[in-house]
């Protein structure tokens, strides 16, 4: 089993900045790969990044492609999200997720974290 913590979310106004953290416990690795996800209320849970267990991959959909940076620390088990130039179709439940490749981010055999609140004002 894996388990995710995420932290950093909250309010923000446009054109700010947060970081979100996810700190991984357990049999991390056996999920090397990790993501994340975000989710507004009605929608389907969509990727945002993922990054490869050296960090030397790292994906982006294309909504957050130069605004957003995907950073990972083993010897903490945390991976980051730093979240720049923020506007408030960015606001969402922000979620880590951990699988052991990346075909396998978001599927029912990956982990999920309990997710973050990211709200951004205009």
């Known amino acids: 089993q894996v388990q995710l913590v995420e932290s950093g979310g909250g309010l923000v106004q446009a054109g700010g900045s947060l970081k979100l953290s996810c700190v991984a416990s357990g049999r991390t690795l056996l999920t090397p790969v990790m993501g994340w996800f975000r989710q507004a209320p009605g929608k389907e849970r969509a990727i945002v990044a993922s990054?490869?267990?050296?960090?030397?991959?790292?994906e982006y959909a294309d909504a957050v492609k130069g605004r957003f940076t995907i950073s990972r620390d083993n010897a903490k088990n945390t991976v980051y999200l730093q979240m720049n130039s923020l506007q408030p179709e960015d606001t969402d439940v922000y979620y880590c997720n951990a699988g052991q490749d990346r075909r396998s981010l978001g599927r029912s055999s990956s982990y999920w974290g309990q997710g973050t609140q990211v709200t951004v004002s205009s």
């Open positions: 990054i490869s267990w050296l960090g030397r991959t790292t």
